[in-house]
């Protein structure tokens, strides 16, 4: 009997730690399946949040060389200081409203503000198009495009702002789907539709209607200028590539003048005017007006190298007075022009009847630049630095 009840008692013993097993063996996978997915979901947050949304930060941009031994057209620099950064100013939607920085990362694709905690937006990052025709819509078009700001809210969302409209925070696009636009003569790019809101937005501050114009976002695709409309300037200017070109920038990534240039100017003028009614990205100070017509490669702080690839020929959006989105009834282009004419016949010639002021740059190297950075020319050696 005794036996009996002891085989009777394993036996129950044995399936209750069985049936115990599986249960425990059955909560643990579950468990283990749910932290697995709660980490998949994570990890795929942050992919999104890495990848498909900060695309241009976190795609493999092509690096241009980032040490002068690298640098094939500059193999042994000279580097004599000629003055300081004065003034440093960067535009997310092409006509919008400028904003002056106090630092800020020099990249491949123009001039980036990198924060943590939102989106990385760059120069000229979107751009307004007419949506019957794809073409770009600049301050040529709609003055008052000067007044509106885009900025970043976080890693997801921007936010539009205009005198007189309700702001308007929306989502970036995070597909890859593109649609075709166009800049100057006709250039075919492409770029990601930020929506119905954005559209409706823009067009009912430009134009006082719900509909005609939308808003696109760059693609990091690199333009193409060996070919097309701007093939001829590459023929003038032999140092302009493709590695020079911005996103929906006119040309180069990098417009710079200097704050003698202006100075020059306004002296001619009733009323002075600010840098930023030519919309640099850099403003030198500490030099002679109109001296970076004659620069080629500039260094800016420890590593950031720029070089000069073309006079920055100037148009009618420089009558807008950037506060006001109104014309400026001095005709500073005019007056431009005039002195120009007097100073340098030969240089105002090579774009047309388009007076320049300042010159347009591609990047070399990287790097992080501030107000205040010392800039520096490289200077040949069969120059004479007394010359500067």
């Given at each position: 009997?005794?036996?009996?009840?002891?085989?009777?008692?394993?036996?129950?013993?044995?399936?209750?730690?069985?049936?115990?097993?599986?249960?425990?063996?059955?909560?643990?996978?579950?468990?283990?399946k749910?932290?697995?997915?709660?980490?998949?979901?994570?990890?795929?947050?942050?992919?999104?949040?890495e990848?498909?949304?900060?695309?241009f930060?976190?795609?493999?941009?092509?690096?241009?060389?980032?040490?002068?031994?690298?640098?094939?057209?500059?193999?042994?620099?000279?580097?004599?200081?000629?003055?300081?950064i004065?003034?440093?100013f960067?535009?997310?939607?092409?006509?919008?409203?400028?904003?002056?920085?106090?630092e800020?990362?020099?990249?491949?694709?123009g001039?980036a503000?990198?924060?943590?905690?939102?989106?990385?937006?760059?120069?000229?990052?979107?751009?307004?198009?007419?949506e019957?025709?794809?073409?770009?819509?600049?301050g040529?078009?709609?003055p008052?495009?000067?007044l509106?700001?885009?900025?970043?809210v976080?890693?997801?969302?921007?936010?539009?702002?205009?005198?007189?409209?309700?702001?308007?925070?929306?989502?970036?696009?995070?597909?890859?789907?593109?649609?075709?636009?166009?800049?100057?003569w006709?250039e075919?790019?492409?770029?990601t539709?930020?929506g119905?809101g954005?559209?409706?937005?823009?067009s009912?501050?430009?134009?006082?209607?719900?509909?005609g114009?939308?808003?696109?976002?760059a693609?990091?695709?690199?333009?193409?200028?060996?070919?097309?409309?701007w093939?001829?300037f590459t023929?003038?200017?032999?140092?302009?590539?493709?590695?020079?070109?911005g996103?929906?920038?006119?040309?180069?990534?990098?417009?710079?003048?200097?704050?003698?240039?202006?100075?020059?100017?306004?002296?001619?003028?009733?009323?002075?005017?600010?840098?930023?009614?030519?919309?640099?990205?850099?403003?030198?100070?500490?030099?002679?007006?109109?001296a970076?017509?004659?620069?080629?490669?500039?260094?800016?702080?420890e590593?950031?190298?720029?070089?000069?690839?073309?006079?920055?020929?100037?148009?009618?959006?420089?009558?807008?007075?950037?506060?006001?989105g109104?014309?400026?009834k001095?005709?500073?282009?005019?007056?431009?022009?005039t002195?120009?004419?007097?100073?340098?016949?030969?240089?105002?010639?090579?774009?047309?009847k388009?007076?320049?002021?300042?010159?347009y740059?591609?990047?070399?190297a990287?790097?992080?630049?501030k107000?205040?950075?010392?800039?520096?020319?490289?200077?040949?050696?069969?120059?004479r630095?007394t010359k500067?």
């Open positions: 009997m005794k036996d009996l009840l002891t085989w009777k008692f394993c036996i129950i013993l044995s399936c209750s730690l069985t049936v115990g097993a599986i249960v425990f063996w059955d909560r643990f996978k579950k468990n283990y749910n932290n697995s997915i709660k980490k998949n979901i994570k990890k795929r947050e942050d992919d999104k949040d990848n498909d949304i900060d695309n930060t976190n795609r493999t941009e092509k690096k241009r060389p980032v040490t002068r031994k690298e640098i094939e057209q500059l193999p042994d620099p000279r580097w004599i200081k000629t003055g300081k004065k003034e440093l960067y535009y997310p939607l092409k006509s919008g409203r400028g904003k002056e920085i106090f800020c990362k020099f990249t491949e694709y001039i503000i990198i924060d943590d905690k939102c989106i990385t937006l760059r120069d000229r990052m979107f751009l307004v198009y007419n019957e025709n794809g073409k770009f819509i600049t040529r078009n709609y008052t495009l000067l509106v700001s885009l900025s970043a976080d890693k997801f969302k921007v936010k539009l702002e205009a005198i007189g409209m309700p702001p308007l925070i929306f989502q970036l696009p995070q597909n890859s789907d593109s649609v075709n636009c166009s800049m100057w006709g075919l790019l492409k770029c539709d930020c119905n954005p559209a409706e937005w823009i009912k501050f430009l134009t006082g209607t719900d509909s114009l939308r808003i696109g976002m693609i990091s695709d690199k333009r193409n200028i060996l070919k097309g409309p093939e001829k023929k003038v200017y032999d140092t302009l590539t493709n590695d020079d070109v996103l929906f920038a006119d040309l180069a990534s990098y417009m710079l003048m200097t704050e003698s240039s202006l100075e020059e100017l306004n002296k001619k003028l009733d009323n002075k005017i600010s840098a930023l009614q030519f919309r640099p990205n850099i403003v030198v100070s500490g030099t002679d007006a109109f970076e017509d004659d620069w080629e490669w500039i260094k800016i702080g590593n950031v190298i720029l070089r000069n690839v073309k006079p920055c020929p100037r148009c009618t959006m420089t009558r807008v007075n950037p506060e006001t109104e014309a400026d001095q005709e500073p282009l005019k007056t431009l022009r002195f120009r004419e007097q100073t340098d016949p030969q240089r105002v010639s090579v774009d047309g388009a007076p320049v002021l300042g010159i740059c591609g990047l070399y990287m790097g992080d630049v107000v205040g950075d010392d800039v520096f020319l490289h200077v040949p050696k069969s120059v630095t500067l």
